[in-house]
C-alpha cells in the first residue's frame, strides 16, 4: 500500500469531517470511500461512452435502430416480469 498526501482547504477538511461523523466513519475512510466511488463512476462512464460509440457506428454503417414506441413497451414489458421478444430493429420508415 502505497502514501498520498493531498492538501485540503480548512473549510473543505471540516465539511469531509463533519460528513464522515454524521456516516459514522473517520475522515481516512470517508475519503477513501468516495474516491472508490469517484473511480468506479468514471469506469463506469467511460464503459457507457464506449457502449455509445459502437451503437452509434453500428446506426452509421447499417442505419437501422429501434423505434423508440417498440422499445418503450420491451422495456416497460421485462421491468413488469413478461417474457417478451426483442424488438427488431429497422431502417427508418421501414
Do not use: N
Amino acid at each position: 500500500m502505497s502514501t498520498t498526501t493531498i492538501r485540503l482547504e480548512d473549510e473543505l477538511k471540516a465539511r469531509i469531517a463533519a460528513a464522515a461523523a454524521r456516516s459514522g466513519r473517520s475522515s481516512h475512510a470517508f475519503i477513501l470511500d468516495a474516491l472508490s466511488d469517484m473511480v468506479a463512476r468514471s469506469e463506469m462512464d467511460e464503459e457507457l461512452h464506449g457502449i455509445a460509440d459502437r451503437r452509434w457506428a453500428a446506426l452509421q454503417r447499417t442505419g437501422e435502430s429501434l423505434a423508440w414506441e417498440d422499445a418503450k413497451a420491451y422495456i416497460q414489458a421485462r421491468a413488469a416480469g413478461k417474457k417478451v421478444a426483442r424488438p427488431s430493429a429497422r431502417k427508418p420508415g421501414g
